[in-house]
């Protein structure tokens, strides 16, 4: 949306997907899935829904996408064989990064949204074992992703820009997961990110802002407020 308002947001509710127009309070259901991503225009919702095999009982996360104006769905169909979610529109709209399986290791996908084309982004990361929650940065020109020991900010190419040790960044106490989502701030100084609660742990959710230049730590979400999924504007 321009000027950086938002006007609809996508969320799940049971097994469907709605969208709520936050000017005018309308919400609205729209289809079975889950994942749901807004394009930047406000457009077009990408959604993951399930499959499994009649015969083989193999089981198949697709990504779909729908256009909100005529209601017609569409797939990639080279995608179709591999478990695919948790897709994100890169800022400027044209691509679409995403979590595929391959050879067993969880890794980024991203697709040219005009032409369908794809490729594996993370092939040749040195990674523990996969990589997981990819976030855009404001140029949309790199992804960020990490394998819960390292951080990396990738290009279009599959190169690495930056790698950076989690634990340098997240402190000792705090528990993340493969949902764990890094941000960077479009001058590359700031991560944004979030911590989660371990079993059996009184800890909350929490935001964090770490600095990369100072090296210091801070927590921005407020004390009893249980904080996830953070965003830049």
Avoid at 59 to 73: A, N, P, Q, W
Avoid at 113 to 118: G, P
Avoid at 173 to 185: M, W
């Amino acid at each position: 949306a321009p000027n950086n308002q938002i006007s609809k947001v996508a969320f799940t509710r049971g097994e469907y997907i709605f969208v709520k127009d936050i000017k005018t309070g309308v919400e609205k259901r729209l289809v079975k899935g889950s994942y749901p991503a807004l394009s930047p225009d406000g457009r077009t919702l990408a959604f993951s829904v399930d499959n499994v095999n009649a015969t083989t009982k193999d089981m198949s996360r697709e990504i779909k996408f729908l256009d909100l104006s005529t209601g017609k769905v569409s797939g990639v169909s080279s995608l179709e064989k591999y478990l695919c979610y948790g897709g994100v529109w890169s800022p400027d709209g044209g691509k679409f990064a995403f979590s595929i399986l391959v050879d067993k290791q969880w890794e980024v996908g991203v697709l040219d949204v005009q032409t369908q084309n794809w490729q594996v982004l993370t092939k040749q990361l040195s990674k523990s074992l996969g990589v997981y929650s990819s976030t855009w940065t404001p140029d949309s020109k790199t992804v960020v992703c990490h394998d819960l020991d390292k951080i990396f900010q990738v290009d279009l190419k599959g190169n690495i820009v930056k790698t950076i040790v989690t634990s340098e960044v997240v402190d000792d106490i705090s528990f993340i997961s493969s949902a764990t989502t890094f941000l960077l701030s479009s001058d590359g100084r700031y991560l944004l990110f979030d911590t989660e609660t371990q079993a059996g742990e009184s800890r909350i959710p929490m935001l964090w802002l770490y600095d990369l230049q100072l090296k210091k730590r801070t927590r921005i979400s407020p004390a009893r407020l249980l904080s996830s999924s953070p965003q830049w504007l």
